[in-house]
C-alpha cells in the first residue's frame, strides 16, 4: 500500500511538472508576442511627412540645393517614400522613389538599383527621437559626378510649400496655375530665351520643377530622357521633345517612341502656342517646361496658328496616340 502511494505520489508530480512546464511555454510565448505586439503598435506614424537637412522647406531646396524624405508610414510600421536631393550651383536633382519596407527596431534597409544617375546601395533609414537619419551603404557609383550617396540626419521642415508634393501627387490644383497665369509670379511673359544667363535659366527652372514632379508622368518622361535620350541635366526641359515646327516627320520617325512620348509630342504641338490644358497631368508637365508660356485657354485657342509643318506632323501623331 504504501509502494502505490509513493507511485501515486511521483506520477502527480511528474504531471505537476509537465505542467509548469507547459505554462513557463506559454509564457515565453506569450513575452514574445507581447514585444512583437509592442514593436508593431509602435507610433511610427509621426515620422509621417516632410523631413529635410536643417529643416529647410520644399521650396528652399529648389532654390538653394539640399535634400529631402517624404514618407508615409501605417500603423504597422509599412514605410513607403522618396528621397529627393537637388544640387545649388547646377540645380541637378537625383531621386530615389518607391522606397518601402517594414520598421523594426526603429530602422529599415532597403536596395535600390538606380537613383536617376545610374548609381545604387542600400538605405539604412533610422527613426531617432527628434530625426531621421539616412546612410546609404554600399554604394556604387555608375561614374557619374553625382547622385545620392553619403550620411543625412533629417529633421522636420520648417514648412511646407503650398500645394506641393513631392511624391508626385497632384496637389497643385487649377486654381493655381489658373492665380500664377493671372500674373502671381511664375511663369507671366517666360518664354524661354537662348541669350538668358545661367542664373535665369536656373531659377526659371527651379521654380518651375514643383509642377513637373506633380504631374503623373514624371517618372516615365524622366527615365526616357536619362536613359534613352541620355540626358541628365536641364536640357529635358529647356526645349521640346521633338522639332514639330520646323521638321516633317513620318510615322516610322516614332515607331520605337513610348506611347506616352507619342501622346507629349501631340500635345507639344499645341503647347508651343500658349495653349492652357484641362487635363492636370498635361498642365503640370508643361509648366515644368521653361519654353512654355501658357496664355490661350482652350475655348479661345484657334488652330490657324499652326504652321505646314505643324498641321502635317499633329495629323501623324494623333493617329498614332493611343495614350
Known sequence: MK??????????????AGCSGTDNERQENNNTATEQQTESKTEYTEYCGY???????????????????????TEDGQFSGTL????????????????????????IYFDYADDEWGNSGTLHIQF??????????????????????GSYELIREKEYAAGNDIMGNDVIGNDVIENDIAGNGIVEDSDYDPSWTEEEIINTVNERSQYYRASAYYPEITDY???????????????????????????EDFENEPMLVIHLAKN???????????????????????????????????????NEYEKVNLEILAELDTY
Open 3 to 16: 509502494k502505490l502511494k509513493s507511485i501515486l505520489i511521483l506520477l502527480v508530480a511528474v504531471i505537476a
Open 51 to 73: 523631413w529635410s537637412y536643417e529643416g529647410k522647406s520644399h521650396d528652399q531646396i529648389l532654390a538653394e540645393g539640399g535634400v529631402e524624405l517624404s514618407c508615409t508610414i
Open 84 to 107: 529627393y536631393s537637388q544640387q545649388e550651383n547646377t540645380g541637378r536633382f537625383a531621386s530615389i522613389e518607391d522606397i518601402s519596407g517594414k520598421i523594426g527596431q526603429a530602422e
Open 128 to 149: 531617432l527621437s527628434e530625426s531621421i537619419y539616412v546612410e546609404v551603404l554600399n554604394y556604387k557609383s555608375a561614374g557619374s559626378d553625382y547622385g545620392i550617396g
Open 225 to 251: 530622357w536619362e536613359n534613352v535620350r541620355g540626358v541628365r541635366d536641364i536640357s529635358n526641359v529647356m526645349e521640346p521633345l521633338f522639332e514639330t515646327d520646323r521638321k516633317y516627320y513620318t510615322a
Open 268 to 306: 507639344e504641338i499645341y503647347a508651343r502656342h500658349g495653349y492652357i490644358f484641362t487635363n492636370e497631368d498635361l498642365q503640370h508637365y508643361f509648366m515644368g517646361c521653361i519654353w512654355y508660356n501658357p496664355t490661350c485657354a482652350g475655348t479661345d485657342f484657334d488652330d490657324g496658328v499652326f
